[in-house]
T-cell receptor, first 111, second 112 residues
Framework: SQQGEEDPQALSIQEGENATMNCSYKTSINNLQWYRQNSGRGLVHLILIRSNEREKHSGRLRVTLDTSKKSSSLLITASRAADTASYFC???????????FGAGTTVTVRA | DAGVTQSPTHLIKTRGQQVTLRCSPKSGHDTVSWYQQALGQGPQFIFQYYEEEERQRGNFPDRFSGHQFPNYSSELNVNALLLGDSALYLCASIISGRDEQYFGPGTRLTVT
């Protein structure tokens, strides 16, 4: 079973618009990471947010974490065609080395 | 600085055969994890190697085994292949004590 679940499953937006996707998880976590995957290739690490952090920015990415609701969101601002990909959240727990992934959100950015 | 590398890129095997996949971690990374990603799903943790030992294992049968070498590179072996083993196999490397995991491009295994 998967720890995280992304919502929505798929998202289609116009270039220049913002894209927001959410991740919910079931148990207490140590960290939450977001990854991007293009066309079934390897995962690209986007950002890591720790359980004691509430918000983090990296370029056009903004991640929030609400541990009371066991949820996170990823916002991509001013989207580009190159942002077309699947996005996954992954969590890890204290004293646990594995990452637990959701099924991902597929984002399509239309030119 | 080279990233995580995996070989081969693609592989086609027949049911019952055995396969070995290889991973070289990023420079300075001493820990390697392996994941299986079925089509349309998120990656599932297979196991992690640190100091040449399997440190943690996911819910995968004993047909899945691994090895880590003194230079931190790693192999994933799968015996008695089943059709359901068809997937993208991903290797992630980590610096022990740090939390970011960096993934390689994956090996696409097709079992016919």
């Amino acid at each position: 079973s998967q720890q995280g679940e992304e919502d929505p499953q798929a998202l289609s937006i116009q270039e220049g618009e913002n894209a927001t996707m959410n991740c919910s998880y079931k148990t207490s976590i140590n960290n939450l990471q977001w990854y991007r995957q293009n066309s079934g290739r390897g995962l690209v690490h986007l950002i890591l947010i720790r359980s004691n952090e509430r918000e983090k920015h990296s370029g056009r990415l903004r991640v929030t974490l609400d541990t009371s609701k066991k949820s996170s969101s990823l916002l991509i601002t001013a989207s580009r065609a190159a942002d077309t990909a699947s996005y996954f959240c992954a969590t890890d727990k204290e004293d646990d080395y594995k990452l637990s992934f959701g099924a991902g959100t597929t984002v399509t950015v239309r030119a | 600085d080279a990233g995580v590398t995996q070989s081969p890129t693609h592989l086609i095997k027949t049911r019952g055969q055995q396969v070995t996949l290889r991973c070289s971690p990023k420079s300075g990374h001493d820990t390697v994890s392996w994941y299986q990603q079925a089509l349309g799903q998120g990656p599932q943790f297979i196991f992690q190697y640190y100091e040449e030992e399997e440190r943690q294992r996911g819910n995968f049968p004993d047909r899945f085994s691994g090895h880590q070498f003194p230079n931190y590179s790693s192999e994933l072996n799968v015996n008695a292949l089943l059709l359901g083993d068809s997937a993208l196999y991903l290797c992630a490397s980590i610096i022990s004590g740090r939390d970011e995991q960096y993934f390689g491009p994956g090996t696409r295994l097709t079992v016919t």
